[in-house]
Nanobody
Framework: QVQLVESGGGLVQPGGSLNLSCTASGNIFHVAQMGWYRQAPGNQRELVIT???????NYADFVKGRFAVSRDNAKKTVYLQMNSLKADDTAVYYC???????????????WGQGTQVTVSL
C-alpha cells in the first residue's frame, strides 16, 4: 500500500508565498518522478511542475519565475515553493509520483488527496 500525503495548503493574499510538501510512504522500492498538478473549479487537472530522480524539472508556463520544486530522496518527499501568488493560482493542488513497489514490477502513478490553495484578499 502506497500513500502520498500533502501538507501546507491554505489561504494567502495575492503576492504572497506558500510552501507545500508531499511525502510518500508504504511499500516502496523506488520513487521516480514526483510533482504537482492542480485543479481549479470547472477546469481539468493540469500540470504544475515535476522533478525526476535526476533532478530534471518540467513545468507549466505559468510557473516560470514564481514556483520552485525540490525533493529529498531519503525522505521520499517533494516540496513546492510558490511565490508571487495570484488569484488564478487558486486550486486544489495534488501531489503525483511514479513509484515502484518491487524491483521486478513497473512503476505506477499515485496521487495524493489534494490540498486547497486559495489566493484572495
Amino acid at each position: 500500500q502506497v500513500q502520498l500525503v500533502e501538507s501546507g495548503g491554505g489561504l494567502v493574499q495575492p503576492g504572497g508565498s506558500l510552501n507545500l510538501s508531499c511525502t510518500a510512504s508504504g511499500n516502496i522500492f523506488h520513487v521516480a518522478q514526483m510533482g504537482w498538478y492542480r485543479q481549479a473549479p470547472g477546469n481539468q487537472r493540469e500540470l504544475v511542475i515535476t522533478i525526476n530522480q535526476n533532478n530534471n524539472i518540467n513545468y507549466a508556463d505559468f510557473v516560470k519565475g514564481r514556483f520552485a520544486v525540490s525533493r529529498d530522496n531519503a525522505k521520499k518527499t517533494v516540496y513546492l515553493q510558490m511565490n508571487s501568488l495570484k488569484a488564478d493560482d487558486t486550486a486544489v493542488y495534488y501531489c503525483n509520483a511514479g513509484i515502484q513497489t518491487r524491483s521486478w514490477v513497473s512503476w505506477d502513478v499515485y496521487w495524493g488527496q489534494g490540498t486547497q490553495v486559495t489566493v484572495s484578499l
